[in-house]
């Protein structure tokens, strides 16, 4: 069994009366690529705002590679390996999307975000970022605004953009969403990839069940923000709470 990267210890967060995230506990582990689903409120976008530090938690832990981070801003998680693709896009809305790949490589390496370094760093740099796009098929759009760019291709820069910080986990909350038919499969390769060639964990959170059944190695579902069923996919999408519950209804069975 590999080794937990990510847990979540009784997380709970409650908006008034409301507990949205009612104490989720889970463990994530090294490599693994795990779909979380459940139908429209059931607190998908809430836990994830939990994990990256965008709220608050009013009780339970969120733990990193055995670091307690509960406490912890958004750019401290940033810092230790949380990596959430929205939190990047508007970086430098008027910079190129070439510069804004290039300056997470250089704030991942401690370089800051001064944008002129030595010609041979920037000559590596640039080469970098350029590989990056052009993995994410954005290299013709390289030298375009970021403010330029169709929702599209932000959310691709997104992509590039987090494969640039390179975080120990990575959060993506329906990365396809809006995209055209053109598109989509353009960032489903992307998460295909990177849990194929790297160690990632990668934490997904998806309606389409045909994009779950070809990624996931693993299904966690809430309901009401709880916990209801967490497992292989096979197993969890046949358990019959699921299946009444969950999966014609609510999800987009292809
Ligand atoms: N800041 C907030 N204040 C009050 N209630 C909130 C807040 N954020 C989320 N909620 C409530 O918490 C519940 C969970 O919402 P959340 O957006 O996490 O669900 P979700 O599973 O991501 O849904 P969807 O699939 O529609 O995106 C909902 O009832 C929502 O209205």
């Given at each position: 069994m590999t080794h937990p990267i990510l847990e979540t210890r009784d997380l709970t967060v409650r908006f008034g009366g409301h507990?949205?995230?009612?104490?989720v506990s889970c463990t994530f582990r090294t490599g693994e690529l795990c779909a979380i689903v459940g139908p429209n409120g059931a607190g998908k976008t809430t836990y994830f705002n939990l994990i990256s530090g965008q709220i608050p938690a009013s009780a339970g832990r969120v733990v990193l590679n055995g670091q307690d981070?509960?406490?912890?801003g958004v750019s401290r998680r940033c810092d230790l390996g949380i990596g959430r693709a929205?939190?990047?896009?508007?970086?430098?809305?008027?910079?190129?999307v070439l510069e804004n790949v290039r300056l997470v490589i250089q704030s991942k390496r401690r370089m800051?975000?001064?944008?002129?370094?030595?010609a041979a760093s920037h000559v590596e740099l640039t080469n970098r970022a350029e590989e990056i796009l052009d993995s994410v098929r954005m290299m013709p759009l390289s030298?375009?605004?970021?403010?330029?760019?169709s929702h599209g291709n932000q959310r691709k820069l997104e992509v590039a953009l987090l494969i640039a910080l390179d975080p120990l986990v990575y959060m993506f909350d329906?990365?396809?969403?809006?995209?055209s038919v053109d598109e989509a499969p353009v960032v489903l390769d992307l998460i295909a990839r990177l849990k194929a060639q790297t160690d990632r964990t990668i934490l997904l959170v998806e309606h389409k069940m045909d994009v779950i059944r070809s990624l996931a190695d693993r299904i966690v579902v809430l309901h009401n923000g709880a916990l209801a069923a967490d497992g292989a996919p096979a197993e969890v999408m046949a358990s019959d709470v699921v299946q009444e519950?969950?999966?014609?209804?609510e999800l987009d069975i292809a």
């Open positions: 507990v949205a995230v009612d104490a981070i509960t406490r912890a929205f939190q990047l896009t508007n970086l430098f809305p008027n910079l190129t800051g975000f001064a944008l002129f370094s030595t030298g375009y605004k970021v403010s330029e760019l329906e990365p396809t969403a809006g995209m519950a969950y999966m014609g209804k």
